[in-house]
């Protein structure tokens, strides 16, 4: 099973930037769909943005749209989420997910492996 380990979070100001990390282990990596999802406190986990297995196609919420880029890098078997003019109502705990499949999908029940969360707060 892959285990995936989140990184890169913190307290950051309106308008500002930050690079989620997100790394795994196994040698299974390369062939799955990757996803980011956040969840705010008293809301439910929503996504936010996926990646194919080969970095060639990407998903994101319209919430996110022009904000922030998912990238992957299959040799260090590691996800990136580059999160760009942050909103106060991005904060929330940002978790990545290992996809069921190769070719990604914006529904939880498509990923079948999370990491423990890194927390992002944008303050006003």
């Known amino acids: 099973q892959v285990q995936l380990v989140e990184s890169g979070g913190g307290l950051v100001q309106a308008g500002g930037s930050l690079r989620l990390s997100c790394s795994a282990s196994?040698?299974?990596?390369?062939?799955?769909?990757m996803g980011w999802f956040r969840q705010a406190p008293g809301k439910e986990r929503e996504f936010v943005a996926a990646?194919?297995?080969?970095?060639?196609?990407?998903y994101s919420a319209d919430s996110v749209k022009g904000r922030f880029i998912i990238s992957r890098d299959n040799a260090k078997n590691t996800v990136y989420l580059q999160m760009s003019s942050l909103k106060p109502e991005d904060t929330g705990v940002y978790y990545c997910?290992?996809?069921?499949?190769?070719?990604?999908?914006?529904?939880?029940?498509?990923?079948?492996?999370w990491g423990q969360g890194t927390q992002v707060t944008v303050s006003s």
């Open positions: 990646i194919n297995w080969s970095g060639a196609s990407t």
């Open positions: 997910g290992k996809g069921r499949d190769s070719s990604g999908s914006s529904g939880r029940d498509s990923y079948d492996s």
């Open positions: 196994g040698r299974t990596f390369s062939g799955y769909a």
